[in-house]
């Protein structure tokens, strides 16, 4: 089994709607959450951090769920310039170790 | 705003050939990451330092990678021979040390795309 598990996807999802995807983790020592936005053939972005009380930016709300281990993203009103993969990372704080999730592709249709 | 900075942006090689990547972390940033990434995959990490020490190298194919970071600020990544498996994206990444008050977030270069023809 993998660290960090993600739905691979596609979401297809039309302009406007929420979608909302989770990702997975193994290892409960994990410390730190991130999601990162990543666009075809380009580098990993950070989308934002996640918070143990959840936090929130814009559209975009992240949440941490340590008793079942899981993150997620949910996006608001979903605009086509959302479409993208969106990668889970997990960060040991012990060794500054990054593990990673597969992402999942999300495409936002007119 | 700050970058990573990654060189070359894209590499043609020949298999057997020799390659070097290199990249100049975030100044301050003690955590450097060397990722490969193929289409459709997550990154995988191939090395990461810590200063000039190596923290992590088990998933460095180390018969034929190395990479340096010899006074703990830029890095280098070689391969020789090239293969024509390696052809992928390779992304460096920096972070703050863990145990600062700050984000230890990573921040990612562009990153080198290579071709192995």
């Known amino acids: 089994r993998k660290e960090v598990e993600q739905d691979p996807g596609p979401f297809n999802v039309p302009e406007g709607a929420t979608v909302a995807f989770n990702c997975t983790y193994s290892n409960s020592a994990s410390q730190s959450f991130f999601w990162y936005r990543q666009d075809c053939r380009k580098e990993p972005k950070l989308l934002m951090s996640?918070?143990?009380?959840?936090n929130e930016d814009g559209r975009f709300t992240a949440q941490l769920n340590r008793a079942s281990q899981y993150i997620s993203l949910l996006i608001r009103d979903s605009k086509l310039s959302d479409s993208a993969t969106y990668l889970c990372v997990v960060k040991k704080d012990s060794n500054y170790q990054l593990i990673w999730g597969a992402g999942t592709k999300l495409i936002i249709k007119p | 705003e700050a970058e990573v900075a990654q060189s070359p942006r894209y590499k043609i090689t020949e298999k057997s050939q020799a390659v070097a990547f290199w990249c100049d972390p975030i100044?301050?940033?003690?955590?450097l990451y060397w990722y490969r990434q193929i289409l459709g995959q997550g990154p995988e990490l191939l090395v990461q330092f810590q200063d000039e020490s190596v923290v992590d190298d088990s998933q460095l194919p180390k018969d034929r990678f190395s990479a340096e970071r010899l006074k703990g600020v830029d890095s280098t990544l070689k391969i020789q021979p090239a293969e024509l498996g390696d052809s992928a994206m390779y992304l460096c990444?920096?972070?703050?040390?863990?145990?600062?008050?700050?984000?230890?977030?990573?921040?990612f270069g562009q990153g080198t795309r290579l071709t192995v023809v």
């Open positions: 990444a920096s972070s703050l040390a863990a145990g600062s008050t700050m984000n230890t977030e990573a921040f």
């Open positions: 100044s301050g940033h003690a955590t």
């Open positions: 996640v918070y143990s009380s959840g």
